[in-house]
T-cell receptor, first 115, second 111 residues
Framework: NAGVTQTPKFQVLKTGQSMTLQCAQD?????MSWYRQDPGMGLRLIHY???????DQGEVPNGYNVSRSTTEDFPLRLLSAAPSQTSVYFC??????????????FGEGSRLTVL | GDSVTQMEGPVTLSEEAFLTINCTYT??????LFWYVQYPGEGLQLLLK?????DKGSNKGFEATYRKETTSFHLEKGSVQVSDSAVYFC??????????FGKGTRLHILP
């Protein structure tokens, strides 16, 4: 049972570098999302997708891009890394958010440091 | 707007103490309510949920009751263990594409 798989688990970047955080799920979930978690700030939604080919912005989308070409994958791209993007990033997926089947499944997180 | 407010931590208790973590919400419509738990170094995982008023969610000795009249979903456990040390998040969902989390409450259990 793989669930939600995020790679890499740790990454150090220099300011201005670009990179992609990978997220894959094997549960055939339509909904996928990316959060960042900073001390004292809780979880903040970056981008989300309700199905292949559909993406939308969350609370803090600036500096990040996403795409959803398949149901399984939802990569997060940092275009030009900044120290303010130092954080722990979580990918999460769900069959549906609401009602009796509403549950988000989270990956283990990717810790990113931007120098 | 829609929101979730939970008590700020950290909360420090001794083992076998009674736990309450307060959570209140503001929402238009009829939300589903959730508690998620995050153990050190891990992602969040669902602890329990309730989808309509007066429902009680329960798991691993934790309970929470959906109180529409007080717009609350307080988390309780009768006797906490050291292994319950974690961060707890209250959350609500309203539609298929919207979930709102509280800021989280860190719980420390002392042996």
């Amino acid at each position: 049972n793989a669930g939600v798989t995020q790679t890499p688990k740790f990454q150090v970047l220099k300011t201005g570098q670009s990179m992609t955080l990978q997220c894959a799920q094997d549960m055939n979930h339509e909904y996928m999302s990316w959060y960042r978690q900073d001390p004292g700030m809780g979880l903040r939604l970056i981008h989300y997708s309700v199905g292949a080919g559909i993406t939308d912005q969350g609370e803090v989308p600036n500096g990040y891009n996403v795409s959803r070409s398949t149901t399984e994958d939802f990569p997060l791209r940092l275009l030009s890394a900044a120290p303010s993007q130092t954080s722990v990033y979580f990918c999460a997926s769900s069959y549906t958010l609401a009602g009796a089947r509403g549950e988000l499944f989270f990956g283990e997180g990717s810790r990113l440091t931007v120098l | 707007g829609d929101s979730v407010t939970q008590m700020e931590g950290p909360v420090t208790l001794s083992e076998e103490a009674f736990l309450t973590i307060n959570c209140t919400y503001t929402a238009t419509g009829y939300p589903s309510l959730f508690w998620y738990v995050q153990y050190p170094g891990e992602g969040l995982q669902l602890l329990l949920k309730a989808t309509k008023a007066d429902d009680k969610g329960s798991n691993k000795g934790f309970e929470a009751t959906y109180r529409k009249e007080t717009t609350s979903f307080h988390l309780e456990k009768g006797s906490v263990q050291v292994s319950d040390s974690a961060v707890y998040f209250c959350a609500l969902t309203l539609l298929d594409d919207k979930i709102i989390f509280g800021k989280g409450t860190r719980l420390h259990i002392l042996p």
